[in-house]
């Protein structure tokens, strides 16, 4: 999907976030009414906050956070990408103010991601525990849960919050799971972008350093493998549409690996 394309959905998405939560509190106050065939919009935020209650709250404000702090990601992504001056001969002061710059707003919507599984995990546990509450908490023993009945208790169940607990479950796996996918779309790399992997790459018997050398015994001796060589990363990447460009050694046991899509 184009940059544009995608920047466009999310303007829409976060328009129509908040027309939706501005109709349904005038709705909700009784300022406006919907009559008729329009009783269909009104009748979404009902069933939203029916099946998610004041959870939709927290889920609209992280969501907007989110595509608020991605689209700033993403046009900082494209600044640094399309700047006419290479990176390499920028100050240092420079290089570490735009790289910080990129990693705080990356942060930003890591943890947007993270607050929206977060939300559900919590309304989840609150749903279930007023549902136990209501449905149980007035049973005295074994006579009254059968004077009850299995259905009246269930019934209980269900409407002291169970619903909340699986809606909000449901809401919280499936729409932090999207953010994260959305996240990786709008900020993949270009065709002409880059790719860093930082790896111990070892030098094979004419390894010279020793830090590399007992990554490579670790790694052998704790999950029964090696470290990947030049050769094997090559196929890696290729396999992976990517095209090793250069390996760079440090004096560090890591190397920097530089490759770009094929």
């Known amino acids: 999907m184009p940059r544009t394309t995608l920047d466009f959905v999310l303007v829409v998405a976060s328009s129509l976030v908040l027309t939706g939560v501005f109709l349904y509190l005038l709705q909700l106050w009784d300022v406006i009414h ?3 065939r329009a009783r269909a919009i009104g009748a979404v935020p009902n069933y939203l906050y029916y099946h998610l ?24 992504l494209d600044v640094f990408l399309d700047s006419s001056t290479a990176f390499e ?4 002061a420079d290089r570490k103010s735009r790289l910080a710059s990129i990693y705080s707003l990356d942060t930003r919507t890591d943890m947007a ?6 939300i559900g995990v919590i309304y989840t546990a609150i749903g279930m525990e007023s549902a136990l509450l209501t449905a149980l908490g007035g049973i005295r023993g074994a006579e009254d849960a059968a ?4 259905w009246e208790i269930l019934r209980k169940l269900v409407d002291g919050g169970l619903i909340l607990a699986l809606s ?6 499936i729409g932090g799971y ?3 996918l959305l996240k990786l779309i709008r900020s993949g790399i270009r065709d002409e972008g880059r790719l860093l992997i930082l790896e111990a790459v070892p030098q094979g018997r004419q390894e010279a350093n ?3 050398a007992f990554m490579d015994l670790m790694m052998l001796a704790l999950v029964r493998g090696r470290e990947r060589t030049e050769e094997q990363l090559r196929q890696l990447l290729a396999r992976a549409g990517f095209k090793l460009k250069r390996v760079v050694r440090t004096e560090t046991a890591s190397t920097i690996v530089e490759a770009r899509p094929a």
């Open 168 to 173: 909000t479950t449901i809401c919280g796996g």
């Open 89 to 92: 001969a920028t100050p240092q």
């Open 53 to 76: 209650r004041s959870s939709i709250f927290f889920f609209t404000a992280n969501l907007l956070f989110f595509l608020f702090s991605l689209r700033a990601l993403a046009r900082r």
């Open 210 to 212: 020793p830090q590399k």
């Open 113 to 118: 991601i993270t607050t929206f599984f977060g």
């Open 34 to 36: 919907f009559t008729g």
């Open 147 to 150: 004077r009850q009945g299995a």
């Open 178 to 180: 999207a953010l994260r």
